[in-house]
């Protein structure tokens, strides 16, 4: 509120109106951060004048942080340790921008983020081809788009309309609320081999006038339930943390195989280093290839595995579809030319149209 004097501005105040100004984000970002300033707000105290927190303070709540305890007594993790810091320090930014404080109390506070591999699964080329045999044919697709497409799920899936499907070109467009924030609100698909088949079905199905692939998805979809079912339904009984991103990071590890880096993160919409930081991942077969044939060797099994089919997709995949004009053609293609000389199926009247 500009109406405010700026000497008698209190932190509860100012985060409140922080969090309302936000409007670039979106509401979940909101709640989280409301979330995250709990911790410096029961610290300082809401009624704490901002000209009033020190560098001292600062310090003083890192080793807070550090003591404090979850409800099951647990530490608070250092991860979540780090966004908690990084969040207050940005809102102490905001008010040193609107001249309410001369210094940021948190500015030489270290919080180091740990980079953790407890939560990494590879989601195998078998796991997801028996989940898929398993699926209804809704699930069958989001599965198809979450593995091999490596969409973000939901919301990537929520926002992709069918005249966005480039059937001629072998492509779609994808839109991701999760980075249009910094300007990269949609980024361009290969319609994979191993998607393309789905994707047909799935128009072949859709209602007249159906505008969105999933007319039935949105941002706040609950997936992950019906994951667990069919996870119980194949008889996978471990524990498989954070499937859908785990899917994608599976998928940006096969992929860097083959394509380069700058290609394999714009089809997926993340960067290099994000790449490198959360998604990469050292699979079994790279120990496997590299302990085995020597490396030249090696990376040609390595390759050969990943395009030799399983016994669980074998049948779902003989409808996979001759696609030699995809720029992903060569990619972990289940079957050779002379056996691919099916005719695409013909779409919906104007389902061919960009």
Same mark, same amino acid.
């Given at each position: 509120?500009?109406?405010?004097?700026?000497?008698?501005?209190?932190?509860? %105040?100012?985060?409140?109106?922080?969090?309302?100004?936000?409007? %670039?984000?979106?509401?979940?970002?909101?709640?989280?951060? +409301? *979330?995250?300033?709990?911790?410096? $707000? %029961?610290?300082?105290?809401?009624?704490?004048?901002?000209? =009033?927190?020190?560098?001292? #303070?600062? #310090?003083?709540?890192?080793?807070?942080?550090?003591?404090?305890?979850?409800?099951?007594?647990?530490?608070?993790?250092? =991860?979540?340790?780090?966004?908690?810091?990084?969040?207050?320090?940005?809102? !102490?930014? /905001?008010?040193?921008? %609107?001249?309410? &404080?001369?210094? *940021?109390?948190?500015?030489?506070?270290?919080?180091?983020?740990?980079?953790?591999?407890?939560?990494?699964?590879?989601?195998?080329?078998?796991?997801?081809?028996?989940?898929? @045999? +398993?699926?209804?044919?809704?699930?069958?697709?989001?599965?198809?788009?979450?593995?091999?497409?490596?969409?973000?799920?939901?919301?990537?899936?929520?926002?992709?309309?069918? #005249?966005?499907?480039?059937?001629?070109?072998?492509? &779609?467009?994808?839109?991701?609320?999760?980075?249009?924030?910094?300007?990269?609100?949609?980024?361009?698909?290969?319609?994979?081999?191993?998607?393309?088949?789905?994707?047909?079905?799935?128009?072949?199905?859709? @209602?007249?006038?159906?505008?969105?692939? !999933?007319?039935?998805?949105?941002?706040?979809? *609950?997936?992950?339930?019906?994951?667990?079912?069919?996870?119980?339904?194949?008889?996978?009984?471990?524990?498989?943390?954070?499937?859908?991103? =785990?899917?994608?990071?599976?998928?940006?590890?096969?992929?860097?195989?083959?394509?380069?880096?700058?290609?394999?993160? /714009?089809?997926?919409?993340?960067?290099?280093?994000?790449? $490198?930081?959360?998604?990469?991942?050292?699979?079994?077969?790279?120990?496997? @290839? /590299?302990?085995?044939?020597?490396?030249?060797?090696?990376?040609?099994?390595?390759?050969?595995?990943?395009?030799?089919?399983?016994?669980?997709?074998? /049948?779902?995949?003989?409808?996979?579809?001759? *696609?030699?004009?995809?720029?992903?053609?060569?990619?972990?293609?289940?079957?050779?030319?002379?056996?691919? =000389?099916?005719?695409?199926?013909?779409?919906?009247?104007?389902?061919?149209?960009?």
């Amino acid at each position: 509120d500009s109406k405010r004097a700026p000497s008698a501005a209190t932190l509860g %105040d100012f985060i409140e109106q922080h969090l309302q100004e936000k409007t %670039d984000v979106k509401p979940r970002t909101i709640v989280r951060y +409301r *979330n995250q300033l709990r911790f410096i $707000r %029961d610290f300082v105290g809401d009624e704490t004048m901002l000209r =009033n927190i020190t560098k001292g #303070d600062g #310090d003083r709540f890192l080793k807070y942080l550090k003591r404090k305890k979850k409800k099951n007594g647990e530490p608070l993790g250092t =991860n979540y340790i780090h966004k908690i810091v990084k969040t207050s320090r940005q809102v !102490f930014g /905001a008010a040193i921008n %609107d001249r309410l &404080m001369d210094t *940021n109390p948190l500015e030489s506070v270290k919080a180091p983020e740990q980079i953790s591999d407890e939560r990494d699964f590879e989601i195998t080329i078998d796991m997801i081809e028996k989940l898929i @045999a +398993r699926a209804s044919p809704k699930y069958q697709l989001v599965l198809v788009l979450a593995r091999y497409g490596g969409l973000r799920c939901p919301s990537e899936l929520a926002g992709l309309p069918w #005249d966005e499907i480039h059937w001629d070109r072998q492509r &779609m467009t994808v839109h991701s609320p999760k980075t249009e924030h910094c300007g990269r609100s949609s980024r361009t698909v290969p319609i994979f081999p191993e998607v393309l088949p789905y994707l047909l079905e799935a128009r072949e199905r859709a @209602a007249d006038g159906q505008l969105m692939v !999933f007319s039935d998805i949105d941002e706040e979809s *609950n997936l992950r339930t019906e994951v667990d079912r069919l996870l119980g339904r194949v008889g996978i009984t471990e524990d498989v943390p954070r499937f859908f991103q =785990n899917t994608r990071s599976s998928r940006q590890t096969e992929l860097e195989e083959h394509f380069p880096t700058h290609v394999v993160c /714009a089809w997926l919409g993340n960067s290099p280093e994000t790449a $490198r930081k959360h998604y990469l991942k050292v699979r079994e077969s790279h120990f496997e @290839a /590299a302990s085995s044939a020597g490396l030249h060797k090696g990376l040609q099994q390595m390759h050969a595995t990943c395009s030799e089919p399983s016994q669980a997709d074998e /049948a779902a995949h003989e409808k996979t579809l001759e *696609n030699d004009d995809s720029p992903a053609f060569p990619l972990c293609s289940k079957y050779t030319r002379e056996d691919s =000389n099916l005719q695409h199926p013909v779409p919906k009247t104007g389902a061919l149209s960009s």
